[in-house]
């Protein structure tokens, strides 16, 4: 017995479960993305296998930490960690099973207390003898099967048995003729800008806010006017009391019934009464309403489906359909009489009532000055507990939440004409439990990285212990960041508009750069220097930060106030062969001018427009590289277009304007007041004569004096958004220095240069490495420094962590990574190497063409502190899992390297291999600790902005299956035949494409909410393959001398 729980609860069975966790909550992001959130949740993340497979783990988990002991006083700090998994889990199945999430929806100075549940549901419903039974069960809908369920709930003591038959999304009602059916009536009516279906079988009744259609049922008492339909002899009739015109559709004919008589109700017509039109589509006596998928192109967009049940009572069996959306919106209840007791079913959210009203008193809504992006929005609210005698006023906002009874309160989005708000509701017993598992997770981690009888404390003393003694450093080597990178590119073209050039170079440096420092409003509402717009323009359009010789500032002043000039010099890039013939360029000239892009003759039409509607129209994922690069370039000349009229500076503020919306010259002028644009017309005016005289005379004070009218005027109409003198000094430094730019090759050259001395030692054993160490420590440890303070001056400058994009993650990830080598550089040199590299390619990534380095405001929801330690912590794990994959394919490498007899360098390689495998299970304990910590601190922010720490989300989704994949690998040593540096080698290289898919493959091609995928997604790169086929060849040529079996 005792064997048999050995290997049932063993830590092999452990792995394969963390693994098949794994693998189907990544399954679970591709079905969310291709067939729905609910359906994701019905097939995976809410059934039955998939809790116990989660609870499985939790009792190996607990079998484990008993049987290795772990609880005893010097493994306290693993007991910690692994302990808190049994309390994240024990806080997520009460919130399961006990919690209530909704939404509230209410508007200005009105109370509401009901909230619309997150939750879809089977509700029915039954009246018999002046009572109401119910009953309610929590459904979700899989879109691709697999529904089964089935209830049954007392009517006064009688059961009526509901049983699932048939999922039908698009679905519409049709009635169709049945030899079982009864008289019936189909019609649209439509009015007030609404259609709908109406289905009256005899005996029923429908109301709209003015009629009553009534088909043979009893007369009602109403002040409504009855439009009744009868049927007589097999014969159907309509009358109304007032006129009713009638339109013949076929025959184009129209008149008018009188009121009060009685006519022949037929289809082909439509009927007008008042402001309601409504015309038969089916009128039979024998007609029974189904409900069928409709596969019509215009109903793809119709979220509306069906479920469909049986319901059985009292030996009467019926089919009923439900219609609704399910999760987290309301269904359109159905009525049915069943065994004469009126039944109503629905499919949807639940209606909940609080003990309480929440008053909303004023919703409030700042936007970024000059664009319509939400800055922040606020509800001020005000709670009305009667039963308490409570009146209690209260601010929410983003991050900022209401606690009242149990129930909390959070800012989750408001109505379009932002005169009501909607407020997320929780109530989560669940949550102590949890944090204090979250808890108890960050201490243990924390603890077992200072435990001297961890596991990562004896990989280093091992470590320590094998390598050979450093010698104390050289002083720090300091290279000046002016010298580590050219400032600029020199174009490849010879130029033959000299004449043009040596114009524009007449414009003053010096005054170009105080022009720079005039201030412009960007789309979404930022202020600037046009020094940082000049830049990016200048990068976008050429590729460079200069154009022969002459500075960005000095291109863009020059381009605005002499376009002519600009138009025929060649500054815009273009790479396809097959454009260039199209502009007419030669083939080996890289760039053109703006005028070679429209026709000589006629009316100068544009080259590229039937090409690029052409790619336009095209699925990105069908573009061919002609076609990105008509795009492109296509964009460039738009863009110069822009700069030539002035249009991409937006650098005069409007007086007195709320929106704090700033104007480009050309468009203050049209639409200011006449006093206004006069007087910016004499500001401008002034300061291009100014340029103009500079020019002719070669002197620039009338042209500076003039851009200080300039600047004034900004103070003085738009001091209360500009920012400080500091933060607009530190943003031109930052666009000067281009610090991360200038460190990509001071990364990459010391850390190829230390490798290859590294190898050159595995060839000649006694060749010594110490002093080039020292020098490759020196220079990181200064690029680190130059780094971080890089990363502090964005921050600085942009007011939020700089980790918030695509560019911003990436040189954090690559701050990551140098940190990663620096604090194993002791350890091993190969870790300094191999980082250093790692970085300088991640650098080389982040300013790759598809990287937007431009500095933005944030979105209010991403304005927290718990996010800035969220993201921090994650980002930063990435880059001791970029160094476990580089360290893993290393290691791979050195095997190939082995021959099969023993020699001097064979030991050399094993001893680099077993080194290299002790740094890599260290840094991938590192890692997994932040990744773990960093995940669940998501979860605490997340839980504090919107009342949700956990949403299967496919990102967290993403980052939970990266996590289960390390903690398996980190527990290979406990199973024989994986605790091989071979073995550990693989994984970890492979184990990296799981955080290449949080990172990058969540955003573009799966839908949520940290995706950035609109549409269709685009391909997938071809280096992707590329880099699978190598990989996947240095594991089969290392795989034959896989013969080391020693770790620690």
């Known amino acids: 017995m005792d064997f048999v729980l050995k290997q049932v609860f063993s830590m092999k069975s452990a792995i394969i479960l963390l693994l098949f966790f794994g693998l189907f909550s990544g399954v679970a992001t591709f079905i969310e993305n291709d067939f729905g959130v609910e359906t994701s949740w019905a097939l995976i993340y809410t059934s039955w296998w998939f809790e116990l497979l989660q609870v499985a783990l939790c009792v190996i988990l607990i079998y484990n930490m008993i049987r290795y002991k772990i609880y005893t006083l010097d493994k306290l700090p693993s007991f910690l960690f692994h302990i808190s998994f049994v309390f994240i889990l024990i806080g997520s199945g009460v919130t399961r099973y006990f919690g209530f999430e909704g939404s509230l929806h209410v508007r200005n100075g009105m109370l509401e207390n009901k909230v619309v549940s997150s939750d879809a549901f089977i509700q029915a419903s039954a009246l018999k003898e002046g009572k109401t039974y119910s009953y309610a069960k929590p459904q979700l809908i899989s879109h691709v099967g697999g529904n089964r369920f089935s209830f049954a709930f007392d009517v006064g003591g009688d059961q009526a048995a509901v049983k699932f038959k048939e999922y039908l999304p698009n679905a519409t009602a049709k009635v169709v003729d049945d030899p ?41 008492q109403s002040a409504k006017e009855i439009i009744a339909f009868t049927l007589e002899e097999g014969k159907f009739y309509f009358s109304s009391k007032s006129k009713i015109a009638w339109f013949k559709m076929v025959e184009n004919k129209r008149g008018e019934y009188e009121a009060d008589t009685k006519e022949d109700f037929i289809t082909g017509q439509l009927y007008t009464i008042g402001n309601i039109n409504f015309a038969p589509r089916y009128i039979g006596l024998k007609g029974k309403e189904k409900v069928i998928e409709d596969k019509t192109p215009m109903a793809k967009g119709n979220a509306t489906s069906a479920v469909i049940v049986d319901v059985s009572f009292k030996g009467e069996t019926k089919e009923v359909a439900m219609f609704g959306h399910g999760k987290g919106s309301q269904g359109a209840p159905t009525k049915e009489i069943i065994a004469g007791i009126p039944f109503i079913f629905e499919w949807g959210s639940q209606i909940f009532e609080l003990p309480f009203d929440i008053k909303l008193n004023e919703f409030q809504l700042d936007r970024y000055p000059g664009s319509m ?204 062969p097959e454009l260039k013939k199209i502009i007419g360029i030669a083939e080996n000239q890289k760039y053109a001018s703006f005028n070679d892009f429209f026709e000589k003759e006629g009316d100068h039409a544009f080259k590229l427009t039937k090409y690029s509607e052409e790619a336009n129209r095209k699925k990105p994922a069908l573009r061919n590289q002609f076609d990105k690069d008509i795009l492109k370039v296509d964009e460039r000349v738009n863009i110069c277009y822009m700069v030539y009229t002035g249009e991409v500076f937006k650098m005069i503020p409007k007086q007195n304007d709320l929106s704090k919306r700033w104007f480009a010259p050309q468009e203050a002028v049209m639409n200011f007041s006449k006093q206004e644009g006069d007087e910016v017309r004499a500001l401008l005016g002034g300061y291009f004569e100014a340029i103009s005289e500079g020019l002719e005379k070669s002197s620039w004070e009338s042209a500076n004096k003039a851009l200080e009218k300039l600047q004034s005027y900004q103070e003085q109409y738009g001091s209360e958004i500009i920012p400080s003198e500091s933060r607009i000094k530190a943003e031109i430094f930052f666009n000067h220095a281009k610090i991360f730019d200038r460190l990509t090759p001071v990364y990459l050259l010391s850390g190829l240069v230390l490798l290859c001395f590294i190898f050159a030692k595995m060839i000649n054993p006694a060749l010594r490495i110490v002093t080039v160490t020292k020098i490759v420590f020196a220079i990181n440890f200064m690029a680190f420094l130059a780094h971080t303070g890089g990363l502090g001056l964005r921050w600085y400058i942009s007011t939020h962590a700089p980790w918030s994009d695509g560019y911003e993650s990436m040189i954090y990830i690559a701050w990551a990574l140098a940190l990663a080598g620096i604090f194993f550089s002791r350890q091993s040199v190969v870790s300094l190497a191999l980082t250093s590299i790692l970085t300088g390619v991640t650098l080389f990534v982040a300013h790759l063409s598809w990287m937007d380095p431009q500095i933005t405001n944030l979105v209010p929801v ?177 795989y034959p001398k896989r013969d080391i079996t020693k770790i620690a």
């Open 373 to 576: 992006s939400p800055m922040s929005y606020a509800s001020e609210v005000e709670v009305v507990d009667t039963e308490k005698g409570v009146h209690m006023p209260f601010r929410i906002y983003m991050n900022h939440v209401l606690d009242y009874r149990g129930f909390r309160f959070f800012q989750s989005s408001y109505d379009t004409d932002e005169k009501g708000t909607i407020l997320s509701v929780n109530n989560d017993p669940g949550k102590i439990p949890t944090y204090f598992g979250y808890f108890l997770l960050s201490l243990g981690l924390f603890l077992n990285l200072l435990n001297p009888k961890s596991r990562f404390r004896k990989l280093a003393s091992m470590v320590q212990r094998d390598m050979t003694k450093m010698k104390s450093l050289f002083l720090a080597l300091f290279i000046g960041l002016s010298l580590m990178h050219s400032s600029g590119l020199q174009a490849a073209t010879t130029y033959t508009n000299e004449d043009y050039i040596a114009f524009l170079k007449q414009y003053d440096v010096k005054h170009a750069d105080q022009f720079g420092r005039l201030l412009a409003q960007s789309a979404d509402g930022r202020i600037k220097p046009i020094d940082t717009i000049s830049t990016e323009l200048l990068n976008k359009i050429y590729g460079g930060s200069t154009f022969e010789g002459m500075s960005a500032n000095q291109v863009a002043l020059s381009m605005m106030s002499s376009p002519a000039e600009w138009q025929s010099l060649p500054i815009i890039k273009v790479f396809h």
């Open 180 to 220: 079982s059916g009864v008289p019936m009536i189909s019609m649209m009516l439509s009015g007030y800008g609404e259609s709908l279906s109406v289905v009256l079988k005899e005996g029923e009744t429908y109301e709209t806010s003015e009629y009553i259609f009534s088909f043979n049922a009893k007369p009602v």
């Open 862 to 1038: 991403l304005k927290s502190y718990w996010l800035n330690i969220h993201v921090s912590v994650i980002t930063a794990s990435y880059g001791f899992f970029g160094l476990c994959a580089i360290l893993g394919l290393f290691t791979l490498i050195l095997f190939i390297l082995r021959d099969k007899k023993t020699s001097k360098r064979n030991q050399e390689i094993d001893r680099n291999i077993i080194e290299a495998t002790r740094i890599n299970e260290m840094a991938m304990i590192l890692g997994l600790s932040l990744l773990a910590v960093g995940n669940f601190l998501g979860g605490v922010w997340a839980n504090e902005s919107w009342g949700r720490y956990w949403g299967w989300d496919p990102k967290e989704t993403w980052a939970l299956v990266s996590i289960l994949i390390y903690a398996a690998i980190v527990h290979f040593r406990f199973v024989p035949k994986l605790s091989t540096p071979f073995a550990f080698a693989v994984a970890s290289t492979v184990a990296f494409s799981s955080i290449i898919m949080t990172y990058f493959g969540v955003n573009f091609y799966l839908s949520g909410m940290h995706s950035y995928a609109a549409g269709d997604p685009i391909p997938v790169p071809t280096f992707v393959y590329y880099t699978i086929i190598i990989v996947s060849l240095v594991i089969a040529f290392a």
